[in-house]
């Protein structure tokens, strides 16, 4: 089972890039990268997935290099709104994939 | 379906009563997910079903911990005898898995619900 490792927390400002990396340096070969994000007393919310090189959505790019030990969280112009803790998973759905998600990254964003 | 839903939002009990949660995933989901997550933690895997197959459950439940989903749809959780230490918010959440999924597909997104808060006292 992968391990993934993240910073414990991080702080940033409204306007701010903010890139969050993990590292997973026993990645599979089928693995993907997920992220997850949550507020208080709300359960997770899923942001983005990827394989390799880099993914691009509406809320965030996901950046993967090509050994993939590690991928980073890149949310662009972040807002008070963004404050909340995101999680990185490594897995693949086949076979008895465990979600497993860390204690994640606690995001501050201050005005 | 305006997506998973969970009841009760909040249980108090006292210690050595048993207590039952309901979940109810997005309707065309097959997959579902049990989670319990402490201050500061993030969520811990429990349990999950592929339609009414139980197909994984982590070895630190233990056995006093009891999941169905007998027709593949709604799902329920006992936690039998509890302990002031299963105090937690459980976290339920539901995903579509083709059936056919295999290597290179990813994995599913799952969709959590607003969780219910247990407290033992």
């Known amino acids: 089972l992968a391990k993934t490792t993240q910073p414990i927390s991080m702080d940033s400002y409204e306007g701010q890039e903010v890139n969050i990396t993990c590292s997973h340096n026993?990645?599979?070969?089928?693995?993907?990268i997920t992220w997850y994000q949550q507020f208080p007393s709300q359960g997770p919310r899923f942001i983005i997935q990827?394989?390799?090189t880099k993914v691009t959505n509406e809320v965030a790019s996901l950046f993967i290099p090509a050994d993939r030990k590690s991928s980073t969280l890149s949310l662009p112009r972040v807002s008070l709104s963004d404050t909340a803790v995101y999680y990185c998973?490594?897995?693949?759905?086949?076979?008895?994939?465990?979600?497993?998600f860390g204690r994640g990254t606690s995001l501050i964003v201050h005005p | 379906d305006t997506g998973v839903s969970q009841d009760p939002r909040h249980k108090i009990t006292k210690r050595g009563q048993n207590v039952t949660f309901r979940c109810d995933p997005i309707s065309e989901h097959n997959r579902l997910y049990w989670y319990r997550q402490t201050l500061g933690q993030g969520p811990e895997f429990l349990t999950y079903?592929?339609?009414?197959?139980?197909?994984?459950k982590s070895r630190l439940l233990s056995d006093r911990f009891s999941a169905e989903r007998p027709k593949g749809s709604f799902s329920t959780l006992e936690i039998q005898r509890t302990e002031q230490g299963d105090s937690a918010m459980y976290l339920c959440a539901s995903s579509s898995l083709p059936p056919s999924l295999g290597a290179g597909r990813g994995v599913d997104e799952q969709f959590f619900g607003p969780g219910t808060r247990l407290t033992v006292l």
């Open positions: 998973l490594v897995g693949e759905a086949g076979g008895s994939y465990i979600p497993t």
């Open positions: 990827g394989y390799k």
């Open positions: 079903f592929q339609n009414e197959a139980q197909l994984e």
């Open positions: 026993n990645i599979a070969t089928n693995d993907y």
